[in-house]
């Protein structure tokens, strides 16, 4: 099993990892808010996007199956966590719109927006309220930084995976997803 190690090769505990990934995704949205607006920056539009769903799909299933699982078991506030997967619905429902959006559709870029708006929001709650709860709580963070690492080793395979079915369109400019049909 590979250990939740930083690049420097400090050991990195569960919440360590996830602040990781919410300082990934905001400089992404930020990167994206630089160029909002700007037609001729339609393909950076593109791979920023692509970037941030892929790193926003990454990061919930991580939580959803690791992190906020050792959470309930460990803490009673069911709401609180109630709340986040409510969150996490949300934003899996703008990244949906998201994936079959190009740029220049109507919309796109408010939608890239809100969904940075709603992480945001999700993401200071977590910092906070969450991972507070996780340090009363004496869980292990470092055997769950672990479990953080070693799901995300495997879901990074498996997402970065090409796709089984042979007709399936090839993902455009090195994209992780195919590009929606024309209308």
């Keep these: ?3 939740g190690k930083q ?12 602040k990781a990934d919410h300082d990934k995704v905001k400089a992404l949205f930020r990167d994206f808010a630089t160029i909002k607006g700007e037609d001729s920056e339609d393909s950076r539009k593109a791979e920023l996007v692509d970037q941030i769903c892929y790193e926003l799909t990454l990061h919930s299933l991580l939580e959803e199956e690791i992190f906020y699982p050792a959470l309930r078991r ?18 899996r429902e ?6 079959i959006m190009t740029p220049g559709d109507d919309h796109y870029d408010a939608t890239v927006t809100v969904l940075g708006e709603e992480v945001e929001h999700h993401i200071e709650k977590e910092e906070v309220e969450l991972f507070e709860a996780a340090r009363s709580a004496g869980i292990d963070l470092d055997d769950l930084g672990e479990q953080l690492a070693a799901r995300r ?11 089984s079915s042979t007709d399936a369109m090839e993902p455009h400019d090195g994209a992780r997803r ?3 049909p024309p209308n």
């Excluded at 420097?8 to 360590?16: M, Q, R, Y």
């Excluded at 460990?74 to 934003?91: K, P, Q, V």
């Excluded at 080793?153 to 796709?163: A, G």
């Design 1 to 3: 099993m590979k250990t």
């Design 7 to 18: 690049k420097n090769g400090a050991s990195a505990d569960a919440l360590g990892l996830l």
């Design 74 to 91: 460990s803490i009673d506030d069911d709401e609180l966590l109630d709340e986040a997967d409510i969150e996490h619905a949300g934003a």
């Design 94 to 99: 703008l990244i949906g719109q998201l994936e």
């Design 153 to 163: 080793d495997e879901l990074e395979e498996d997402l970065s995976s090409p796709p």
């Design 178 to 180: 195919a590009p929606r």
